[in-house]
């Protein structure tokens, strides 16, 4: 008798085919959740540059360029316009101080000295016949005083004589009278004559010294004039190379124009030009360096020009253990200009990456090596070679530093 066989609801395929779903779906789901989700990207490490952050002395320094410029450079202006007339010495040339360079001719200062030496000439005539007028006037005065004195003494005898005799009654009164008169008028007439003589030679006294201090003028405006007359002969300011004339004979120089300059070759300086960003960091007697003929070589700020043009302004730098030698006027040097004193940082290299990330964020190497990463980070104060960090990496972190440019927005970087 046959017996019903019980059929089985788990088969061992049955069983495995559920398990391998099962399986499947299980990785599924743990990718979704706990999986790696982010954008990748294969790159060649041999083709990417990486640096090792690091603790360290650090100080801020920009490149500027910078001129050999003469330590001492006078120009040549014109104080007066003029006509180009002569020219003594050739740009190029040594000149010592004094030397006549160029002589320029003005018809109008010259007639102006002629006019004034005119008007000086009658002032001075008309002073010296004013202290003549005086001097007459005087002994005229004079004179008169004497005169009158003579009267009075012999009216003063008469009226003594008549005086006794009318007392006496030997003259009449009217006789006596017309002396007493004649003596009192006199007397009258010379206190007016010592009073006039007094405030005439107190008026003439303020005219001179008035005619004196306007004479004074004239001669000194004269004077002033004379020097401006001198003033057409350009001269050597000082003892030097006059590196530059700008003169032509016949051509016509107004007031104020440069003409030329004298440089005195006995050192040099450097000016350099700095963007105008940096204008409130500049001083005096900031660091600078460079290097030449193999040396490198210290600078000093020593002066500071604000005006902005073009968007930089300049400044000049002395060297602090004299020049070296091989030097030339014009001269372009790459100067490393310190902003600050040496400290400790937190440094990472510079490199391409600054341009695509700004200093915000950098691709930062897993300790396996295997990848990369991307990572916030805040950069501060920067030199020629290294970044100062201030957060997000720490010493022994590895970051490619190399452009960023074909990396596209991928989060992490696959090294192969």
Request: net charge neutral; hydrophobic share 35%; glycine share 8%.
């Given at each position: ?8 609801k788990?088969?061992?395929k049955r ?27 294969n790159?060649?490490?041999e ?19 910078g001129?050999i410029l003469?330590i ?10 003029g ?22 001719g003005n018809?109008?200062l010259?007639l ?5 030496e ?20 005087r ?14 003494r ?7 004589r008549?005086?006794e ?14 002396v ?5 008028y ?6 007016l ?12 006294r ?19 004039v ?17 590196t530059?004339?700008?003169?032509e ?44 003929a193999?040396q490198?070589?210290?600078l000093?700020?020593?002066k ?8 930089s302004?300049d ?9 070296p ?40 190497l ?17 030199n020629?070679?290294?970044?100062e ?9 590895r ?11 991928n ?6």
């Amino acid at each position: 008798m046959d017996r019903p066989i019980k059929k089985k609801k788990w088969p061992p395929k049955r069983i495995a085919w559920v398990t391998v779903v099962g399986i499947f779906f299980t990785a599924v789901i743990y990718n979704f959740v706990f999986g790696d989700r982010s954008s990748k990207l294969n790159v060649n490490s041999e083709k990417i540059t990486i640096s090792t952050v690091s603790r360290g002395p650090f100080q801020e320094f920009i490149p500027v360029t910078g001129t050999i410029l003469p330590i001492t450079t006078i120009y040549l202006d014109a104080i007066e316009g003029g006509r180009v007339e002569s020219k003594y010495i050739e740009a190029g040339s040594f000149v010592n101080e004094g030397d006549p360079i160029l002589k320029l001719g003005n018809t109008n200062l010259l007639l102006d000295i002629m006019f004034r030496e005119a008007e000086l000439f009658q002032q001075s005539n008309n002073l010296r016949n004013t202290r003549l007028e005086m001097e007459r006037y005087r002994l005229t005065l004079q004179t008169e005083l004497a005169e009158v004195n003579y009267q009075i003494r012999q009216l003063e005898r008469r009226h003594k004589r008549s005086k006794e005799l009318r007392d006496k009654n030997l003259i009449s009164q009217e006789e006596f009278d017309q002396v007493k008169d004649d003596y009192e008028y006199n007397l009258r007439r010379r206190e007016l004559a010592l009073v006039t003589y007094k405030q005439d030679s107190l008026f003439r006294r303020v005219q001179i010294g008035q005619l004196e201090q306007s004479l004074e003028r004239m001669t000194a405006n004269l004077d002033v004039v004379n020097q401006k007359l001198a003033d057409l002969i350009i001269k050597a300011p000082i003892t030097g190379h006059l590196t530059s004339l700008n003169a032509e004979i016949g051509e016509s120089k107004s007031a104020g124009e440069r003409l030329g300059q004298v440089d005195v070759l006995d050192g040099f300086k450097v000016r350099a030009g700095i963007d105008e960003h940096y204008l409130p960091r500049i001083h005096l007697g900031l660091d600078g360096e460079f290097d030449f003929a193999g040396q490198t070589h210290r600078l000093i700020t020593k002066k500071l020009y604000p005006e902005i043009r073009s968007g930089s302004f300049d400044v000049d730098l002395e060297f602090v253990e004299g020049e070296p030698p091989g030097i030339r006027r014009g001269m372009t040097t790459h100067i490393r200009l310190a902003l600050g004193d040496l400290s400790e940082a937190t440094l990472l290299a510079r490199g391409g990456f600054y341009q695509k990330t700004g200093g915000q964020w950098v691709y930062v190497l897993d300790p396996s090596g295997d990848f990369a990463t991307k990572r916030d980070i805040r950069l501060g104060r920067l030199n020629t070679q290294v970044f100062e960090v201030l957060d997000g990496l720490f010493p022994g972190d590895r970051v490619i530093t190399s452009s960023y440019d074909s990396f596209g927005d991928n989060d992490k970087l696959i090294l192969n």
